[in-house]
């Protein structure tokens, strides 16, 4: 069932999963409150805010904790995960999904969140949100913030009708700059969606951050892939090496002979390796001779500007003319 769309006065509530951003990136998260402030949110703790545990927020327990807490609290609207890291995965066997299953939400982010994002589905078949995070997205600076706001909006604010297809930002950056304060404007680097392999494909999309998908591969959180499936995959701050290995797990699990299609999303500050080797190129030397659509670059991961993605939803991949549609409602119309 689709969910309610977001409106002025609603609650968002944020967790935080695995790194204690509300901690070191104190500036950046505080610009962040106040941007979803201006737009009429109210926003609610979770009791991990402020609390660092060395590289994490919290212990798993307490962190899994944190995120049952906002589940059950009939009061919150939406949860926003404030930021990735590496320890996601710890929460997954101490989530409550029964408690989601009774109380569906809207809950969204991206990165290391990924693995709850996919065992959330996995196990209450209820659609979760690949998108903004609190602090790494809503935390930035103009044009890229508001490019960020407008996709978020159109998919969870405002009326839509279907196919609703997805277009390309003019525009992107991965610089990697002082993320408390504004020292200078980020480049805007030329966007271009890349026809990897022609074809077009229907399918829900299922996928996220490889890197965190992968801490579930195999196990019952992570939902299963079929022909009917389009994997959706991206990553961060990866060498061509850790990028190969990441392609050649999938491989081994028989996922390129088994799904409908790829959207291959950008890699932020990637290192090549004086390869000259683009990820999109290790992936085709991975998985061989494939032969479904695969289109690289789409604009759904840690550069900026970030679409919202509904995980679990079906849509159309069309490689061939670089288009991507989603075909079923995510929020009531």
């Not at 939406?78 to 997954?92: A, D, F, K, P, W």
């Not at 109380?103 to 994002?117: A, E, F, Q, R």
């Not at 996922?255 to 950008?266: A, R, S």
Request: hydrophobic share 35%.
């Amino acid at each position: 069932m689709p969910f309610k769309p977001l409106k002025k006065g609603d609650t968002i509530a944020f967790f935080s999963p695995s790194s204690p951003g509300t901690v070191t990136a104190p500036k950046r998260f505080k610009r962040a409150k106040t941007f979803l402030e201006s737009k009429g949110f109210n926003l609610s703790p979770g009791k991990l805010t402020g609390k660092k545990d060395g590289y994490r927020s919290g212990n798993a327990k307490q962190r899994a904790n944190e995120l049952n807490e906002l589940i059950s609290n009939p009061n919150v609207d939406c949860i926003i995960s404030t930021i990735g890291g590496i320890n996601s995965n710890s929460l997954i066997p101490y989530i409550d999904y029964n408690a989601f299953k009774q109380n569906p939400k809207i809950i969204i982010g991206h990165s290391d969140v990924t693995s709850i994002l996919l065992a959330l589905y996995a196990k209450t078949g209820i659609t979760t949100f690949y998108g903004p995070a609190l602090i790494l997205s809503f935390g930035e600076f103009s044009p890229f913030l508001d490019m960020t706001w407008a996709y978020f909006e159109d998919m969870l604010l405002k009326n839509y009708s279907l196919p609703y297809t997805y277009t390309m930002p003019d525009y992107w950056t991965d610089d990697f700059m002082n993320w408390e304060e504004k020292t200078k404007d980020k480049a805007r680097n030329t966007n271009k969606w890349l026809t990897i392999n022609k074809g077009q494909a229907e399918g829900r999309i299922l996928g996220g951050t490889l890197n965190a998908m992968s801490t579930i591969l195999g196990t019952e959180y992570m939902p299963p892939v079929d022909k009917n499936t389009i994997l959706f995959i991206e990553d961060t701050t990866k060498t061509a090496a850790y990028v190969e290995r990441l392609f050649s797990l999938l491989k081994a699990h028989n996922y390129f002979e088994n799904i409908g299609g790829i959207i291959l999303g950008k890699h932020e500050q990637y290192d090549d390796q004086k390869t000259g080797k683009r990820p999109h190129d290790l992936l085709m030397e991975i998985a061989g001779e494939i032969d479904i659509p695969i289109l690289g670059e789409f604009d759904c991961c840690h550069t900026h500007p970030c679409f919202t993605v509904p995980l679990g939803k079906r849509i159309r991949l069309d490689a061939t003319k670089k288009t991507i549609s989603l075909l079923e409602p995510w929020i009531e119309r």
